[in-house]
């Protein structure tokens, strides 16, 4: 039988299992036959020897910023996907954000399709960003754009002036994406206190780069996050809060998580390996900092970062992203919009750090190191996310009938092992002119990307192999991880 | 040596002891002389045998709303603080309340001082309630307040339209408070939660008493408690949580003392007694449970009330007050503004429940019942009152030079012990129309209160044996039991 | 090409994924192939359709005691294996079990493995017992029996006179298991405490079956759980903990995973569903509950078994096994032996349950019922026991090269759907005259279990259709779970 | 009328209550009047003034060894109760300590008795070790030593083979000290986990002074801890844990508080100030180390010390004693048997530290500090010792008729306040020679140390005013601190 693709000799990881020595055989863009020898059965186009090699499935960055209207300086579609599957990800989640202004969200939604249609060189789907909910938003249009549009989640914001959602909004939210079976995520901060700060600092001139840090202490991240647990609960509703940072903050969830609440947590690869001291960089007189400015703001203590990789270890988190955000540094519209005349002003600093297409060779990073299993790698970055997005039919494991999406690193051991490097900020594909990474040392990356049967990134080829209009849209369903539980603090029920 | 009075066969009770067999001497309305036996030295104008029975420091209530705008069917400073003395409190604490309309809180204050000066039966103080802060009132009224005026409180609010702050407005107000060594007092419902939940059930036209319950279930005050404590501890400043009632609250605040944060907490005898199913009172046509309308809710589960018999045991609380916030039932400002056209519509239902003359013998039940100990009852009701609000240099316990504020109990056992009674309305001294511990029996209750060396409650002779204008107004100093401790989350600080 | 089987439109699930109309052949014992549709690529001797079921990995009863000296009236490794592929169980780990008199424990295993070999219906392997080690035993014989005998694990206790070992020798033989990457397995009960109560029961001539449970109240294991995880603290070793039943000991084991200690937490069936009431069983003059007597007894509060279940959920339990213990209640070795002159003797009453045939029905009833997902119900009772035991390489999972171990249950909905019934002992193929489970209902079944390709059990068929014999022993590896972190408590090291 | 003394301007502390401006009248030996002005009433032979300093009650050290057999070097009712009126202590505890060999304790008491009649400067009472209970001891000896005897407390231990005792008979020891009322004690150490690793450890020649401290991690308390809290519940009955050093065994003491668990803690002012790199002290090639041997050791992390000073203040601990257990260095029975041919042998190196003198300065010292209240000060040094171990009738608090034991401090400000000064071994009075406080800064001291009524350490004057003898025996009731609450596991009692 004639086949496009076969993969042999490969150790394939999935959320549970390394199996040795397998082979895979991909047809039409999907995995037709996993066996240990397909040699007598199919006839491949093509084949690739993973000796000695992990193989993953592809990965899914479930949060993704590209191409919104408050990042003038930041990727689009085109650059920030082809940057994603240099770095072994197939498939983005990215935001359709509405402004406060906006009264309907399906032409937010429309336009969003437009900025991505034919660009992608990897699939991708949109959550909803709702800054504003109306009646209208609520009652009709959700339910079209779930039911019709595949759009199954929403992000919800706690901070920020143009986004910042009062508790009573974000109930309001819930009562209509849980009806929905929508996934509801969070961006769990608390505005009033960053507010007060900021001002406080501004008041005194403290205004460089690290004041960033300054101004959202930890406290802040904790407190907003036991809020939102808490309004979960109130509603019974799913939630997943983005971006965590802080080792409080995630006490939280794992409390939420041993009394079952279906409260599911995220983290970054940058809160996993930078701290705030980055921001206090002395390079460009002072403000290069500007560089590392994200929110949640690093963490002053290492034990943060420890409390993240514990996390990820224990189960407190359900997914990695990378929450890929960024503005070019050395652009007027970038960070260098905080550098006025010569001195640094945070609150003007856009917020958000690159990080598509190095989500993945961190993680498998902490594999090497013996932070993580190679499973809960895959679960991680690849299962969870395609499970509690709604698209785990297709994306986040190796099973017959999936789409063929994978990643073929190079082997661990041996001579066709990976020569280490550091990563500089040439070897990557987005449009930004630095990572955070930059000089970190790395010793596998995604040697082959595979997108539904196509060699999309050969890394010791041709490099990138995919083209512009590769990625296709997602219509994505429900989570297959959690949801209503219909256990209520009382008997009130919301109308 | 001429006194005006000699209490003989004392067992004194102070916050950490009990003497027995004492002797105490009054002089010029303060305690003269403490001994095993003054007989020889004093010559007492008259005298009283305390043989068998315990005396304590007079009650210190710092939870009395009085003559407030807000209740026009509540007590006054007269009928207040008249069932004060005849409950054993010599001392309350009020609350000058500021309209968001009101850019100054002088003329406030003022009109307080009229509404009680003259009236009171017993020695009375007054916290702000600031709902509304503007520059000047920070930084120009209070630290006049606080220095001249003896006012050196102020509760805050998260709940209810009218009283409402931000998290910002909280930490505006903190900032300020905390630099006057003011006692921040905070009343800890998340009011978004409420609207919520209240709204739903009003379209659901579940709008009976008991509703007010399910608007506010335990959770409001769980997370409102989490989130005080964070703006307490990013202002390193002390914060008492008032009328706490809930577990996972009372919880939170154990934990924050554990980390030594100057976190204190206040619960009331109605949390220790009542449960929410007296919301469901099917009297009057189903209204009758109006009478237990109270905010934070009186608790569906018993563990809530063990929770607060726990906390006053281990060191949670720091205070009990009666949040003596009284209107009458039957009158149409009063509870019965919640009855329209026949049906109980929860929101117009004012809430509060009288409670000023019955906290000391409550909570002395619970001493009889081997619930706490009798210095536990005396720290939880005088001494620890005394020190929050800066006025233990003359209240709350009983040593040479104190004020003569005293009250006498029945023997605990012996043919001078008291008959048990169940309490009816009948016998209180309020102006309200109703208790909600009709039927509840007492062992014993003040025989005596004595203030400033007077006895003003004589429940044996003459009954009310104090007159109006005996009670004088307190200036007060700050706290002696906590203060900022300088310990920050980081190196920002307020301006 | 030619296969033993084909299983069509199977539901594939595993301890991360389904994988939805998937076919699955079997060839030499061992999956061959996985694929949509394999019509075209095998040609098979036999078909099964399991259009609308779960098809899951052979279960994997990682705790189960046959054939030992102190339960003549037990099940053989005969009767044993019977009943357990009659509920899909097709490995199953026994004991091989030294008294303290056995200076060398190779006979000890030499004697069970004759007790076994030819016998079982289902692949085995052995756990020993160690109750006395020497030091010929651990530096001698352990390296031999893991090397050479596939024995990977030891189960050590905190109690029973016969078995218990002192702090001192669990550490020793911590020291030596730790070296040879063994699992190291403890029944965590305070021994002492037991005793006690046992003894001053008898005193008051307490001693009914129900006694059982007074003597072992819920704090024997909580103590001993925490302190059996500060041995292996204080070891550095992984260790699991057999037979949770008892909520504050879950919460001990969950907050060592919070700090990532490789603590590993097993429960069964009867802690999820039975209650101590069980033991006040009036039958049989009083005397019946004595077959519901097991070590830990059965907890009074049902909240224990909802933290059971919760644990399930939150990752708490890293298995479930049925610590299949039985003896036959009417027999004079059995559960009769505590019946003397028609009394109840507690400490007479052989401890253990049957439940190696009705573990899997048993949990597949609570995805049923939504307590746990199909992909947890996998990894507690397959994968995770066939990866802590050194056996991933051949149990666990569905996938190619693994034996082909399946259970193919009935479809969930649909006319195939299995009628319920309530179980009778009748209907089970131990060699036990009763089961704890009589009169429980069930939804489903296994339909079929596949030994390595060979269909041993076909309930709609000839039932019992494997024969003595087709069971396997197994030589099993290290724990591909955890294993030591290198992280010490301070500077000093085992020698 | 005539008294011995008087104290006038005395700044009054008891554990609640600051009393400025007080005066003192003392006749008999008893607290005769406390007033603010007593010139007129009184006519005393000695006046002393006390202006701007604490007065506070005698010191009661309720953990003291003097003349063990097990301390040959150590110090003598003589030496040790001189330094304890010298350091502001009036009242000890000593310990009467049973051989494993006695068959009964009677004559054990009675030696003691003999060890301490007429030697002793200040008072004293005896507690029992209890290393091997027998029926004659727990019916018969104890009830006649509480009720006769005066001695209501026990000690136990869980380490020390010559000490040593079973789960099994700590529970039995605590069924009769139950039943009698008696305080009962806890040195809470796993004896198994030291000895392991002592034998490793000398297995592997790693034998200095900070071995010890290798020897004893944290977890070995914090094990035993959690041990002795569930024997105490599972018994129902209050217990003191001893010396405590670490935070993980605090905060098993907290969380048991939390649920009202009567469990007291004693911690001492070495755990509050020393870390264990004491035990590295290069001095004396090396073995000066030895001088800091101490059970449980000092603690390798200064969070542990923290955490110390927290549990002060958040109320975990009940008391602070001096746990005075010295034997002199140089001396071939004292720390020096540890030193064998020029290498130090940790296990033979005597246990314990001087203490008795320098305990309440240290105290005061956080009190300076800022660390804790002169209220708490007084609570846990004077008040709670007097309570647990029955003699509150007598000791611990300032009122009138209690015994006359009083310190008068320096002032804490002004011209009269003490000078500074650098600690060394020859200003105390113990006959050790040395102090682990050596170089120490103290702001403050006890100027005046008073004895019922009579002033026996006067800084500025005399030094030691007091004569053995002095002192004298106490007899003790039980515990008004807490008692059994008869809350029970469940149904089973013991008999
Ligand atoms: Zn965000
Ligand atoms: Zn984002
Ligand atoms: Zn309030
Ligand atoms: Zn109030
Ligand atoms: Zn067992
Ligand atoms: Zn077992
Ligand atoms: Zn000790
Ligand atoms: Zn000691």
Known sequence: MEVELLVKNATIATASDVILDQQIAVKDGKIFLLGKDLSNIVNAKSTIDAFGAYVTPGGVDSHVHLHQDNAPAGDNFETGTRSAIAGGTTTILAFASQKKTDESIIP??????????????????????????????????????????????????????????????????????????????????????????????????????????????????????YRAISLSELMDIPLLI????????????????????????????????????????????????????????????????????????????????????????????????????????????????????????????????????????????CSNPAKLYGMSDRKGTIAPGMDADLVIWYPVEGDKKMGSFALTNEMLHHDIDYTPFEGTEFANWPRYTILRGKIVWDRDGVGLAGVKGDGQYLKRGSSTLSKPRDIWVNDWRPS
Chains 1, 2, 3, 4 share one sequence.
């Open 242 to 381: 983005v971006h965590m940072s802080q080792k409080t903050a995630a006490s939280h969830v794992r409390n939420a998580q041993t009394r079952l609440l279906p409260i599911h947590a995220e983290t970054c690869p940058h809160y996993l390996y930078l701290t705030s001291t980055r921001l206090k960089d002395p390079g460009d007189s002072g403000f290069a900092g500007a560089m590392c400015v994200c929110s949640p703001a690093l963490r002053d203590d290492p034990m943060d970062l420890e409390a993240m990789w514990a996390g990820l270890n224990n189960g407190t988190f359900t997914t990695v992203a990378s929450d890929h955000a960024p503005d070019k540094y050395d652009h007027p519209q970038g960070k260098k919009a905080g550098l006025i005349d010569g001195k640094g002003h945070f609150r003007k600093i856009p917020n958000g750090l690159p990080g598509l297409e190095t989500r993945m060779p961190l993680l498998f990073k902490g594999v090497l190191d013996g932070r993580i299993s190679i499973q809960k790698f895959v679960e991680l970055n």
């Open 108 to 225: 937010v939604v429309e336009e969003y399709h437009r900025r991505a249609s034919g660009n992608a060189y990897c699939d991708y789907g949109f959550h909803l960003i709702l800054s504003k909910p109306n009646a209208t938003i609520l009652e009709k249009e959700l339910p079209t754009l779930v039911k019709d549009g595949g759009i199954s989640s929403a992000k919800l914001y706690m901070t920020y002036a143009r986004l910042k959602l009062s508790d009573y909004e974000v109930l309001d939210i819930m009562n209509a994406t849980r009806k929905l079976g929508m996934t509801t995520m969070i961006h769990a901060e608390n505005g009033d206190m960053i507010e007060f700060i900021s001002e406080h600092l501004e008041k005194q001139r403290i205004t460089g780069p690290y004041s960033h840090a300054l101004s959202r202490p930890g406290i802040v991240e904790d407190e907003a996050t």
